[in-house]
C-alpha cells in the first residue's frame, strides 16, 4: 500500500469555501489597516492636545474596526467547515484499494 502524502493533498484540491475563507480575511484585514490608518493621527492629536477635533474620522475608525470583526468571523467559520470536511472525506479516501 502506498503511503499519502497529507500535506500535498491538503493544498491539491482547494474547493470554493478554502477561497470564500481567505477573501473574507483579506477584506477584514483591509478593513484593520485602513481602521488603524485613520486613527493613528487621531491618537497623535489626543496625546498632543488632550481633544479630538475630528469626531467624525473617530467614527469611521471605529466602524472600519467593527467592519473588520463582522468580516473576520465568517472567515474563521468558513475555515473551521472546509477542514471539518476535508476530514470526513480523508477516512474515505484511505480506505479505497489500490490495485
Same mark, same amino acid.
Do not use: C
Given at each position: 500500500?502506498?503511503?499519502?502524502?497529507?500535506?500535498?493533498?491538503?493544498?491539491?484540491?482547494?474547493?470554493?469555501?478554502?477561497?470564500?475563507? $481567505?477573501?473574507?480575511? /483579506? %477584506?477584514?484585514?483591509?478593513?484593520? +489597516?485602513? @481602521?488603524?490608518?485613520?486613527? =493613528? #493621527?487621531?491618537?497623535?492629536?489626543?496625546?498632543?492636545?488632550?481633544?479630538?477635533?475630528? $469626531?467624525?474620522?473617530? /467614527? %469611521?475608525?471605529?466602524?472600519?474596526? +467593527?467592519? @473588520?470583526?463582522?468580516?473576520? =468571523? #465568517?472567515?474563521?467559520?468558513?475555515?473551521?467547515?472546509?477542514?471539518?470536511?476535508?476530514?470526513?472525506?480523508?477516512?474515505?479516501?484511505?480506505?479505497?484499494?489500490?490495485?
Amino acid at each position: 500500500m502506498k503511503a499519502v502524502n497529507r500535506q500535498s493533498m491538503h493544498y491539491k484540491n482547494k474547493t470554493i469555501l478554502d477561497w470564500t475563507a $481567505f477573501f473574507y480575511g /483579506i %477584506l477584514a484585514l483591509l478593513f484593520t +489597516i485602513s @481602521s488603524v490608518v485613520f486613527a =493613528i #493621527p487621531l491618537f497623535h492629536d489626543h496625546d498632543e492636545t488632550g481633544l479630538v477635533p475630528r $469626531f467624525s474620522t473617530a /467614527i %469611521l475608525s471605529t466602524g472600519l474596526m +467593527i467592519l @473588520s470583526a463582522i468580516w473576520f =468571523i #465568517p472567515a474563521i467559520l468558513l475555515e473551521n467547515v472546509t477542514l471539518g470536511h476535508r476530514e470526513m472525506k480523508m477516512p474515505a479516501y484511505l480506505s479505497i484499494k489500490k490495485e
